[in-house]
């Protein structure tokens, strides 16, 4: 079947370290997106991607870092620089590059604490 | 600024009631995008669905209508006969087509609980 995944769905952080999320995709989607989830708040965006070796930032993008070497792969780092990283993460992506009208699928998210 | 505004924090109602959820816009482009998702327990968004600026037309599915309005620049989601499975969080979101970034703005979510 088609989808998002995310891994891993439950993960840590000791201060001062880098953690990073997994997204992979397999519906041959150009862009992907990652949002940040926190209570209230609704979904912010951290970074997104329109095309291979291409990122942009989102609102909230300090204290994490992306890459986009592969078109079904888009890994979020979540810096020591973060300082208050506990929050739920979702990546999506949608099927046509420069196009905003396209719907978003999205995984099923990546809950990080801080330990 | 694209912005999505949903006032309404939390709702609860008892099954088969009907429900309305908010969601108030703004953006300075001519063209754009408007979304509902329902987010789940599972933590996953499900799209329900798109309209674009153009369309004003409201929406029927099933137990589902959407009310879309330029004019108070509104588009607002309501459910009939509420059922205990409708219990999420609803987001209302946005895209712009030519100012912008190329992606969705989120409003803050609509956390509904139907009781049975």
């Known amino acids: 079947d088609g989808g998002i995944t995310q891994s891993p769905k439950y993960l840590f952080r000791k201060e001062g370290q880098n953690v990073t999320l997994s997204c992979e995709q397999n519906?041959?989607?150009?862009?992907m997106y990652w949002y940040r989830q926190d209570p209230g708040q609704g979904l912010r965006l951290i970074y997104y991607?329109?095309?291979?070796?291409?990122?942009q930032k989102g609102d909230i993008a300090e204290g994490y870092s992306v890459s986009r070497e592969k078109k079904e792969s888009f890994p979020l780092t979540v810096t020591s620089a973060q300082k208050n990283p506990t929050a739920f993460y979702l990546c999506?992506?949608?099927?046509?590059?420069?196009?905003?009208?396209?719907?978003?699928?999205f995984g099923s998210g990546t809950q990080l604490s801080v330990l | 600024a694209q912005k999505v505004t949903q006032a309404q924090t939390e709702i609860s109602v008892v099954e088969k009631e009907d429900v309305t959820l908010d969601c108030v816009y703004e953006?300075?482009?001519?063209?754009?995008?408007l979304f509902w998702y329902k987010q789940p327990p599972s933590g996953e968004l499900v799209f329900l669905i798109r309209?674009?600026?153009?369309?004003?037309q409201n929406e029927i599915s099933g137990r589902y209508s959407w009310n879309f309005q330029k004019s108070t620049s509104s588009f607002n989601f309501t459910i009939t006969a509420s059922q205990v499975v409708d219990s999420a969080v609803y987001f209302c979101?946005?895209?712009?087509?030519?100012?912008?970034?190329?992606?969705?703005?989120f409003g803050s979510g609509t956390r509904l609980q139907v009781q049975p």
């Open positions: 953006t300075r482009d001519t063209t754009y995008y």
């Open positions: 519906l041959n989607h150009d862009a």
């Open positions: 309209r674009n600026s153009f369309d004003e």
């Open positions: 999506a992506s949608n099927a046509l590059q420069d196009s905003p009208n396209e719907k978003l699928f």
């Open positions: 979101a946005l895209s712009e087509r030519y100012t912008g970034r190329r992606a969705l703005t």
């Open positions: 991607s329109q095309i291979v070796n291409d990122f």
